[in-house]
């Protein structure tokens, strides 16, 4: 039984950085994407970083975070990071953590391609 616990999600005013951390629960498997992904009710839902590991680690970004947003994970603990500096209020959504054991490489950003999600986190930007 997989589950996945995010928090760190809030409130903001543009040029701010939140730090959002996912847990997963359950993991038995040796490679596996992971990944974090937004949405709006305007906009589909946007793999926005993600790592593919199996002892060794790969991240992608969508070009809009990339500089700004961060993504790390301690393996000790589970956990995934998302380090996300110089907020912008196009970056509002609802953040959502996501695993899947089948995935490799580029394919780990895309939305449609995981199994197991988390209820997600509201962060919101300010001007």
């Known amino acids: 039984q997989v589950h996945l616990v995010e928090s760190g999600g809030g409130s903001v005013q543009a040029g701010g950085s939140l730090t959002l951390s996912c847990t997963l629960f359950?993991?038995?498997?040796?490679?596996?994407?992971m990944g974090w992904f937004r949405q709006t009710p305007e906009k589909e839902r946007e793999g926005v970083a993600a790592i593919y590991s199996d002892g060794t680690s790969s991240t992608y970004y969508t070009d809009s975070v990339k500089g700004r947003f961060t993504i790390s994970q301690d393996n000790a603990k589970n956990t995934l990071y998302l380090q996300m500096n110089s907020l912008k209020p196009e970056d509002t959504a609802m953040y959502y953590c996501?695993?899947?054991?089948?995935?490799?490489?580029?394919?780990?950003?895309?939305?449609?391609?995981?199994?197991?999600w988390g209820q997600g986190t509201q962060v919101t930007v300010s001007s």
């Open positions: 996501a695993v899947d054991f089948r995935l490799w490489g580029e394919r780990c950003l895309g939305a449609d391609n995981y199994h197991y």
């Open positions: 359950g993991y038995t498997f040796s490679s596996y994407c």
